[in-house]
DNA sequence: GGGTGCATGTAATGGGTTACATGATTCT
DNA sequence: AGAATCATGTAACCCATTACATGCACCC
């Protein structure tokens, strides 16, 4: 009955409605501007363009550049715009999204902690990274778009992405600390019973 | 090439690994401990369940109960601990779930700042409510399973959601905010000349 | 008498990624 | 010479959810 998220058509839709572009600008542009919580491959975007100038939401237009390959530039019409709305306007249904690392972690009995210690290390590395692709990107919309209507609400996005990060990694800290010490008691417990003079 | 997550069979597995369950038993466990980063629906489960026992994974029993259908108990075998432990030691590898809300807010000059305020408004009932559960849980942990080994690594996941939850609320805040600073300029502004005398 | 919970499963459907296919141009 | 980028698209596959199907027992 439910048709799950499935905003493959209107994030394409919604990226139009900002300016004309190419299923490979798309890809492009997707990747850039909220490629931090969403993504799609060409097997999505090119069927749904299609689908989409089927119902009349987009019109292309055929760029015949010379020596390049030819350019379908997709723009959005009225209905399109009309559409795009009526979807922002639906309640978005909360999802739970399948988390591998915390999977392994709440199965971290089962295995040695080291092994957890590793996996979120790199996680670390990982979120460090994007962290400060957030702080530019935010930078970037502040000087360069900081004009446009649109920019508070790109910012908003940003700062979700700045906040959940910032979460995990003091999550990250604290759990290594714990994961440090259980492996330190490890070491030191698992025997029966400790002699006084150490041996081996 | 890469099979994509897929760990629909190893959470299988990793409950299997505390105690024997029926299909039944674990859709419950999985909702009632990973529920907050995982889910699996039965459609998954039985299959799943079927291919861990050809592979001899895990090896089931049948348990004829007067009156109630029969129960199929499946429990771990050796070579499925060892796959579990192969499993755990997998580098999971980052995902970017899509945020649908996020999307929305991103594309929101396309609409009223009030539309956005709704949906955020809502997410912060739903988010406050699963951050009360966790905490409940986290209680019941120490309270009830304290003693057991794992129960540390049954924490550091709660810990997780607890985090980011919070990092939500924050944001929720914050943008809450900001739209509403939006919608009072729009309100105001959008008239191309104010009159000394309000009408109207 | 009807809803809810226990209990097992299958079939249909759909959404999405990956891999494949093609081909020119520009950079190294 | 070869890699990377621009550019478009399709087909196969897989994973997962939803809906369906069945049936007993217990509670209200």
């Known amino acids: 009955m439910t048709k799950r998220s499935g905003a493959s058509a209107e994030i394409l839709l919604g990226l139009l409605a900002m300016e004309p572009m190419s299923g490979y600008d798309l890809a492009q542009s997707i990747r850039a501007s909220v490629g931090h919580f969403w993504n799609e491959s060409y097997g999505q975007i090119y069927p749904n363009l299609r689908k989409l100038a089927q119902n009349g939401l987009v019109k292309s237009r055929t760029e015949r550049l010379a020596g390049k390959p030819d350019r379908h530039v997709h723009s959005i019409t009225a209905k399109g715009r009309q559409r795009l709305r009526e979807w922002l306007a639906v309640p978005p249904h909360p999802e739970t999204p399948r988390n591998e690392l915390l999977l392994k972690v709440f199965l971290g009995e089962q295995t040695e902690p080291e092994v957890l210690v590793v996996h979120i290390e790199s996680m670390v590395q990982n979120e460090r990274a994007s962290l400060k692709k957030l702080e530019a ?64």
Do not use: C, N
């Open 137 to 200: 990107t935010a930078q970037e919309i502040i000087a360069a778009h900081g004009e446009q209507p649109a920019a508070p609400y790109w910012l908003m996005a940003v700062r979700f992405g700045q906040l959940e990060l910032q979460a995990h990694l003091r999550w990250a800290e604290e759990s290594l600390k714990s994961l440090r010490r259980i492996a330190a008691q490890r070491a030191a417990g698992p025997q029966p019973r400790r002699r006084k003079h150490a041996d081996k």
